[in-house]
């Protein structure tokens, strides 16, 4: 992986000094308006030193009344994302403290996540053995009555938040590593310790909502967007070995993809350049 894919100093050179969101309104229009807005400040549509419309056009832009649009003002405010100026209304603030901290390329995303789980740290939150869910059973193809080793952990960076990791493991695999094991060592290299020899992956990526669960171990709101990657780990034999369900906090983490232009005549297209973040 690159080193500015981890390196937490922008281009500026000034440090990054990451927002945590800790304030969500209360009440399920004001939430909307506060995510609506957090999500325009994040992806730049409403950048650094913007004058947010007034109360009243927020109000009739939304469909909620003046106090649903106070409320998530007030909230936004608190965490950091805008300034309310007495005579001036609502000012965006610099970006500069929630900019993406953690990048990988689509193409070396396996070798970069593993080189991000050394330059992290994780938090196991829970560690037990179980039936899986039927769609992991399937996936790692398992017989009725099989028991997988489930995983629930928080990864760090610099103390805060980005991902959360559920991970489903065969039992008679996962019996080789203890609890202690995984809260201080990643997963793949239990996995090789034990003799698995990991061989490929399929893996997905779409987008979801944060659950309460899920919202307070990310210090993100309920019902925020995250990124979802669930990935299915196969050894040299074909089985499953690892379930991965990972969810991440879009304004600290990002997936980029190198593409080149190529084909002739009505055959140009877009290809992805494979390799280039090994």
Known sequence: ??????DPTPRSGRPVTLVAQTTVPEGGKARRVYLSLRDEISN???PAGMLLPGEHRLAAQFGVSRVTVRRALEA???DGWIEKRTGAGSVVLPRAGIEPQIAADFAGLIPQLAEIERATTVRLKSFSYGTPPAPVAAALGLEPGDRVQTAVRVRLSEGVAFSHLTTHVPADIAESYTEADLATQPLFRLLERSGVAVDSATQSVSATLAT???ADALQ???GAPLLSLR???RDRAGRGVEYLSALYRPELFRLEMTLARTGAGDNRHWEPVIGTGA
Do not use: D, K, T
């Not at 992986?1 to 981890?6: A, F, G, H, R, T």
């Open 76 to 78: 936004l405010a608190a």
């Open 220 to 222: 993100a709101a309920v």
């Open 212 to 214: 309460p669960e899920v």
């Open 1 to 6: 992986m690159c080193p500015p894919c981890l």
């Open 44 to 46: 730049g549509a409403a």
């Open 231 to 233: 990935r299915v780990v």
